[in-house]
């Protein structure tokens, strides 16, 4: 009998040793083969739209590489993406943004169809809003990048309960998802900057907002995150 329970022990300890090898092994083929893979064919994916991008860039003043960037963490560069939240297209814009940007260019009002089969003009309006928010942060675009996902409204709560946006982040590193999703786009926007394909390297820096923006006549229709 003893030696029955002894078996069945070392039994048990070896199926549960082969699952733990097991479980490795998929974490490992996840994190070292497969998401790899898949960023990669998302950097020839946005680098097929490059001349888009820089169209939108250039007419808005931003870094093509950062908008080459927010489009791979926001879609992995499909145009037709569609999140659960309803956001639309390469740059995931909610239809009331799209809209009120649409208004401010002077642009036909879009519909969900036109997010989703036009990726100019998803990146247009969608370049047009990044770069609002970047005058509305100071030029800090992380803060632009985190106040896009979470809302104005929202990251302004947060600086006001902070005293700074510099103390929120001190305090946020590590634990805000929003924030760690910024610094993922800026680390894009630096690989995009490296392959030398959205902006060839042989071409000078684009000069960053630089163009005046109109005010506006009324408050993004997101405002309260």
Known sequence: MGRRRRNDRGRWIHRLFW????AFAGWFSVERVARPVMTASGYRRVEGYAELIRAAASEFALDPNLLAGFALAESSGRPDAVSPAGALGMFQLML????ERAALLGLPEPEREDLLADPALNARLSAHYLRWLGRRYGGNFEAA????????????????????????????VGESAVLAYALRVLAYRDEFAARGVIVPKAEPA???LSIPIQPETFPPANSDG
């Open 19 to 22: 699952l733990g090898v097991l």
């Open 96 to 99: 009331p943004t799209a809209r």
């Open 145 to 172: 990048l985190v106040a896009y996902i979470t809302g104005p409204g929202r990251l302004d709560g947060w600086i006001r309960n902070h005293g700074s946006y510099d103390s929120w982040r001190s305090e946020s």
């Open 206 to 208: 684009p000069a960053v």
